[in-house]
């Protein structure tokens, strides 16, 4: 029934994407082309979970290596159109293909794949905005594949409700599924594409490795009572020696890594939003008007700051949007990757620093902003037009420096091609 399910939302919701894909064409279908692979290999994933016991953690981050290179190619793909035209198109498809890593996550991998849905969604939604006066194609393009996550979160809960099911009596695994067989869906037969490489990166194991969510600390041994040193105060003269950086412990074994619990509270004249992920529902109201928000290492989350407010900060933050009304002073963004704002009424300043990827959208009474930037690259400005679209201007990244006889002169070098 498992196996089944699966396969009739690859032969339905997901066939209808990939067509509407086939017709727009471009990057657009060539993406679909590694979703469908993607698909196709975690099937093969199901299946072999049905058919054996669960394998230990190492052998089942090298059986979901072929899934986590799909992703990353899928994630590639848009980095390298920041120029296309149908670059929100790659984006909704980009910022929730995450959503197929819900057979490493335990309990709850249904609500996963509706957070990874929500946040592609911020895209899709710009799709339908900007395509549904031209071409509904690519309306029922983004509908299709918001019903492909619905439908995969449905089959994940009907299925798989506190995680993949792996068989009780099935022989051990001793290597990786068989590779994944031709497509039979005729028209979409010129889009499958070679079985994955069976061989795990670093970063496939890694995607293997964030995916187990609360499961990553069944590592952790118990402590019993008579180990805890607050209960046993002579264990705190007699206890080993702490360790010295630079001398071996005797062990080669990592120590687990350990989620810090996610922080939303107010601290004084500072909002504090720390450590939250895949949250797209976070509202600061109430602030006042000398109010600050800090972010900090935020993931796949969004904060909207209603009210009029002093300034925010999104520190270390990844794949994180802020949406605010007005700022008395700044907002900044520091050593942060793919993050967005928004502001719908008036910003003075907008600081940058070490951040690859932001895109900033303006209203029309923040057009007099002031936007400074360093060591940081990959940053557009999305102005407001009259229609209520946006035209997107890069901050240039490359500058010529001369001696001259009065010192250095430094011009903008504009980007090629």
Not at 330 to 348: D, R, T
């Amino acid at each position: 029934m498992s196996i089944q399910g699966f396969d009739d939302l690859i032969q339905g919701s997901l066939a209808t994407y990939v067509q509407l894909s086939s017709q727009i064409g471009g990057a657009v279908q060539t993406q679909a082309s590694l979703v469908f692979s993607a698909f196709h290999d975690e099937l093969e994933y199901i299946k072999y979970a049905s058919e054996h016991s669960a394998p230990s953690d190492s052998e089942k981050q090298k059986l979901l290596s072929p899934i986590s290179k799909r992703i990353q190619e899928i994630q590639t793909l848009r980095e390298e159109n920041r120029g296309s035209p149908l670059f929100n198109h790659l984006s909704a498809i980009s910022e929730s293909i995450p959503a197929l890593g819900w057979v490493a996550v335990a309990p709850t991998p249904a609500p996963y794949v509706k957070e990874s849905n929500d946040t592609g969604q911020f895209y899709s939604n710009r799709v339908i905005k900007e395509w549904k006066a031209k071409d509904m194609t690519h309306v029922e393009w983004a509908k299709a594949w918001v019903q492909v996550l619905t439908d995969l979160q449905a089959y994940v809960k009907q299925h798989h409700t506190t995680g993949l099911v792996w068989a009780k009596s099935g022989s051990k695994p001793l290597g990786g599924p068989p590779p994944p067989p031709p497509c039979g869906l005729p028209p979409m037969d010129d889009l499958c594409l070679a079985p994955a490489d069976p061989d795990a990166t670093n970063r496939s194991a890694l995607f293997a490795e964030i995916n187990r969510g609360t499961d990553v600390t069944k590592g952790l041994k118990k402590v019993s009572a008579d180990m805890q040193t607050h209960k046993n105060p002579n264990m705190r003269i007699s206890g080993p020696a702490p360790a010295v950086i630079g001398q071996s412990s005797g062990s080669s074994a990592p120590k687990p890594a350990v989620e810090k619990p996610p922080v939303f509270a107010r601290d004084g004249k500072k909002w504090l939003i720390e450590h939250q992920k895949n949250n797209s529902n976070l509202v600061v109201d109430g602030a006042d008007m000398n109010n600050v928000v800090y972010m900090f290492k935020c993931v796949n989350s969004t904060v909207t700051v209603k009210n009029k407010i002093n300034s925010i900060i999104m520190d270390s933050c990844k794949k994180s949007s802020v949406v605010f009304e007005s700022l008395v002073s700044s907002v900044e963004f520091i050593n942060c990757q793919s993050v967005q704002m928004q502001v719908l009424g008036i910003v003075p300043t907008i600081t940058v620093d070490k951040t690859d990827g932001c895109q900033m959208y303006l209203s029309k009474d923040s057009l007099n902003a002031e936007i400074v930037s360093s060591k940081s690259s990959e940053l557009n400005v999305m102005i407001p037009k009259a229609d209520g679209d946006y035209s997107e201007y890069p901050i240039p990244e490359q500058f010529k420096t001369t001696i001259g006889p009065k010192g250095l002169n430094t011009i903008i070098i504009e980007a090629s091609g």
